[in-house]
T-cell receptor, first 113, second 115 residues
Framework: AQSVTQLDSQVPVFEEAPVELRCNYS??????LFWYVQYPNQGLQLLLK??????LVKGINGFEAEFNKSQTSFHLRKPSVHISDTAEYFC???????????FGAGTRLFVKA | EAGVAQSPRYKIIEKRQSVAFWCNPI?????LYWYQQILGQGPKLLIQ????????DSQLPKDRFSAERLKGVDSTLKIQPAKLEDSAVYLC?????????????FGNGTRLTVT
């Protein structure tokens, strides 16, 4: 069965500093990986996705993520964060053969001035 | 395109009362999901519809939760009777393509407080 682990529940960082939000997954079959962002009182919206091909994927708002099959990881990075990036970030996995998407517990990114 | 619509945005009820949430997915989206998001946790899948048929309801507490999507468009999720632990945000999502690698589109959710 698939599962998703987000290693940090909260990440405080100063504005313009780089950030990495960590995600590990487990699955016995091929997976498709996603990062979603949730701003306060809103639903989730897609940041980026890995389906196949290049292991480095770029998303909206300057975020990127790298798929590492050997380490079963899909960490999210941004070289310079803004106050407006303060939100909750969720890593998610969809497994081949079905349409189920499983989410991690989320990482709250707090950007300080 | 119009997004996923959910109502109400907020609901406060007492335990043992009943409540219903409504969701209208993006037009043409055949797959619809209901997720429960408890404070501090990631969304947990409750039920998944493909058109008007249930694909997965293994995580739905069927003694108190029910959901329907009669005409394959909008959907209703009901809780009867509610318990304190049902306090959460209920998110509806839809997917446009019948592919597991296409992203979900979420509504803004309904925040339920059970007192």
């Amino acid at each position: 069965a698939q599962s998703v682990t987000q290693l940090d529940s909260q990440v405080p960082v100063f504005e313009e500093a780089p950030v990495e939000l960590r995600c590990n997954y487990s699955s016995s079959v091929s997976v498709y990986l996603f990062w979603y962002v949730q701003y306060p009182n809103q639903g989730l919206q897609l940041l980026l996705k890995y389906l196949s091909g290049s292991t480095l994927v770029k998303g909206i708002n300057g975020f990127e993520a790298e798929f590492n099959k050997s380490q079963t990881s899909f960490h999210l990075r941004k070289p310079s964060v803004h106050i407006s990036d303060t939100a909750e970030y969720f890593c998610a996995v969809s497994e081949g053969g079905g349409f189920k998407t499983i989410f991690g517990a989320g990482t709250r990114l707090f950007v300080k001035a | 395109e119009a997004g996923v619509a959910q109502s109400p945005r907020y609901k406060i009820i007492e335990k043992r009362q009943s409540v219903a949430f409504w969701c209208n997915p993006i037009s043409g989206h055949a797959t619809l999901y209901w997720y429960q998001q408890i404070l501090g946790q990631g969304p947990k899948l409750l039920i998944q519809f493909q058109n008007n048929g249930v694909v997965d309801d293994s995580q739905l507490p069927k003694d108190r939760f029910s959901a329907e999507r009669l005409k394959g468009v909008d959907s209703t999720l009901k809780i009867q009777p509610a318990k304190l632990e049902d306090s959460a945000v209920y998110l509806c999502a839809s997917r446009g393509e019948a592919l597991y690698n296409s992203p979900l589109h979420f509504g803004n959710g309904t925040r339920l407080t059970v007192t």
